[in-house]
């Protein structure tokens, strides 16, 4: 017969990975269930992350804004109205199940590294380009293999979307009016899907693109 207390440890152990595991299954179940509220977290809040987390926090999505220096987006906040709230890059991804990068492009394996796991299950849609004069050899690295294969290989647990990258922000400050067409690109369709939402709730027409 085991001691006692070897088996109240072993009791103690398989609880834990159920609860994560449960954790990580309603987590995955949120992300491509349809029905599911949309609350998008914004990684970079800058002409391009501020211009969609504005427009979808008008329409009615719960947004946060994240960067650095949350302090610093009260300008941001009052534009986007009552559904916007801003927090560190942690919180975003804690209150999200949508999270948008809007980063520069060589700060994407940093993020990966740091916050890969709480990313992980989650519908993620990376706006960013990668340009050699700014993000330097990494930029070449992801052109060399393609940019959105790339970036779905820094977060393989994620539900990948690449989108928002092929306009310039200014032309959808406004709303795009359905005229302005979004390229998106996606590694289910769960997430495409909602992809496809998010860019009509911007007033523009989303465009399928390659596999990933």
Known sequence: MQPRFQLS???LVLGAVAVTTGINIRTAMAADDPTTPRHIGIIGAGQVGGTLGRLWARVGYPVMFSSRHPDQLQITLAEAGPNAHAGSVAQAIA?????VLAVPYK???EIA???GAALSGKILIDADNAYAFRDGALA??????GVARYSAHLFPQTHFVRAFNSVNAS???????????????YTDNAAGAVA??????TGSVPVRGHEL
């Open 9 to 11: 440890r072993r009791a």
């Open 95 to 99: 209150f999200a199940n949508v999270i």
């Open 107 to 109: 700060a994407e394996p």
């Open 113 to 115: 590294a740091q916050y």
């Open 140 to 145: 070449n690295e992801a052109h060399a293999e």
């Open 171 to 185: 032309s959808l400050a406004n709303g795009g009016g359905g005229n302005t067409q979004i390229l998106y690109s």
């Open 196 to 201: 496809s939402e998010l860019i009509k709730a």
